[in-house]
């Protein structure tokens, strides 16, 4: 990396004028470090611009003199990406100032947004036009919608609505060399080659930086049902999902599996949550279905599949939701689970997938080894089940030292990644991998990809400027 000059510095602060940018430490800190603390970076400056032609005018800046940039949307990223390393020879370039609406075409049902609007912003937008966007994550207050193309969200809708890249219809994109891409058609058919917009979806800011994108609008539910079930087993709940999905003609918007030690981490330390059920399971889900059209008919239906459940044996016990508040206490179960970790001390964190038919296989074999790695090990293994998708995070044995366990990050992380690679799942299902997955994913991906992402990246960025030591 080359160290930036003074006067490299000054035409990028001119660039973006007086607002444009943060030179001043104690201002800077909060853009240098991630949620979780795991990397504090320095930087040269942050650079702020407002407009797609500042970006492109520090951009072509940056390429002429070499400058590294790492591009930063709410910084909710968790494995690295959107912080700068510890040298400061990089610049961080927020788009946090780029939030306007470019356009909202009700009869294509679509929306144009700057890079920079937070997903929540983009929920009340498309409300106030009787739309929805479903894209639904616990960061959506500060997460941006060019943080969530970038790292490809998922979420807890994804099992009806598909990830972001399946969400977005057009981008515009600043490329390393400074030109803009404006790539913002709003089509639905298009196959005049190669998809190009899906290069920079998911790339973590490695390609280029995205400033405004085309999104696809849907329209508002009328009704929700919400259930929380104890399940017989993880067997038992992918195997309701399966009834859900039939009984309901695809209308399963959440399935989310929740373990009973998750639910006591959640009972023991989030104020204002409480055991909706007399008895304890071990395995529960929390199920939602949405519906287009008002009416008790959703109700029924989730009570049909629930019966079925329980005729079955799958399901022990069930609560459906009376109102909106009930499902927002049954919710609150699930949401919390991570913040929840925390209190008990070290837990080690991953973010995996594998088929939806395997889900049980996996968290059998990898507790089973875990807990033979480290006895009294507590293993919360949590989330999207009805996307294949689980955080299986192991914690700390209670009252075992901290650090001693932490220590252990990287031999249980090859178990429990081992395992998922063996059963044809990925050892990133939504995070990305950013700095902390960067070199683990080459033991994963066969030697073709990894050359493979290689090439594009050279292609696009054959400087190497853009978002440097990440991703590949
Ligand atoms: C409490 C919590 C809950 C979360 N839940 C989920 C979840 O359910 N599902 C999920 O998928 N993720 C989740 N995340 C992770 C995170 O919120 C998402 O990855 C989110 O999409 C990141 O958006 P951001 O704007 O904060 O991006 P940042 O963190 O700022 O950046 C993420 C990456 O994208 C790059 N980037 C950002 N903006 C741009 C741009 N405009 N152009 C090019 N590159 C860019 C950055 O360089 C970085 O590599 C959660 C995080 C937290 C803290």
């Not at 490299?8 to 979780?36: D, S």
């Not at 650079?47 to 951009?59: F, M, W």
């Not at 087993?233 to 599996?257: M, Y």
């Not at 919360?380 to 995070?393: E, L, R, S, T």
Request: aromatic fraction near 4%; charge should be negative.
């Amino acid at each position: 990396m080359n160290r930036i000059s003074d006067i490299t510095l000054e035409r990028i602060k001119a660039a973006v004028g007086r607002r444009g940018f943060i030179a001043e430490p104690g201002e800077m800190a909060a853009y240098l470090k991630e949620p979780r603390d795991l990397y504090i970076g320095q930087a040269a400056l942050i650079v702020r611009p407002s407009t797609t032609a500042e970006v492109a005018a520090v951009v072509g800046i940056c390429a002429e003199t070499k400058t590294s940039i790492v591009p930063q949307g709410g910084n909710t990223g968790l494995v690295g990406g959107s912080v700068p390393f510890e040298t400061g020879d990089e610049i961080v370039l927020s788009l946090n100032r780029m939030r306007a609406i470019r356009a909202v075409d009700l009869a294509n049902d679509t929306i144009t947004v700057e890079a920079g609007m937070p997903l929540a912003a983009l929920h009340e937008e498309a409300e106030r036009h009787d739309r929805m966007f479903p894209l639904r994550i616990a960061s959506e207050g500060t997460a941006t919608v060019g943080g969530n193309l970038s790292t490809n969200a998922g979420g807890n809708a994804v099992l009806r609505y598909g990830n972001t890249r399946e969400l977005v219809l057009g981008v515009e994109v600043v490329l390393p060399d400074g030109q803009v891409w404006n790539g913002l058609r709003g089509l639905r058919k298009d196959n005049t080659g190669y998809d190009l917009k899906q290069l920079f979806i998911g790339a973590e800011g490695s390609l280029g930086i995205i400033t405004a994108a085309v999104l696809k609008l849907f329209p508002r539910p009328r009704a929700t049902a919400t259930a929380f079930a104890a399940v017989a087993g993880v067997e038992a709940a992918v195997e309701l999902l399966g009834i859900a999905k039939r009984e309901s003609g695809g209308q399963v918007s959440s399935f989310e599996l929740l373990p009973r030690i998750g639910v006591d981490f959640v009972l023991r330390h989030i104020p204002g949550t409480r055991d909706p059920m007399q008895a304890r399971h071990d395995w529960y889900v929390i199920m939602e279905m949405t519906s287009g059209r008002a009416g008790d008919e959703l109700r029924s239906t989730m009570e049909g599949v629930l019966g079925e459940g329980l005729e079955r044996e799958l399901v022990l016990d069930a609560v459906l939701a009376e109102s909106d508040t009930q499902a927002k206490d049954l919710w609150k179960l699930r949401e919390s689970m991570s913040e929840s970790q925390r209190p008990e001390g070290g837990s080690i964190k991953h973010d995996i997938s594998v088929p939806v038919s395997l889900m049980a296989t996996f968290i059998e074999r990898a507790t089973a080894a875990v807990e033979q790695l480290i006895p009294g090990v507590r293993i919360i293994a949590f989330g999207h089940i009805g996307d294949g998708n689980v955080h299986f995070n192991p914690s700390q044995p209670p009252g075992a030292d901290r650090k001693w366990f932490l220590d252990q990050w990287h031999e249980v992380s090859d178990i429990v990644h081992g395992i998922a690679h063996e059963l044809g799942g990925s050892i990133s299902a939504e995070h990305g991998l950013g700095r902390l997955k960067r070199e683990e994913i080459t033991h994963y991906k066969q030697p073709l990809e990894i050359d493979l992402m290689r090439k594009l990246k050279e292609a696009l960025d054959p400087q190497g400027i853009m978002n440097p030591g990440k991703v590949v």
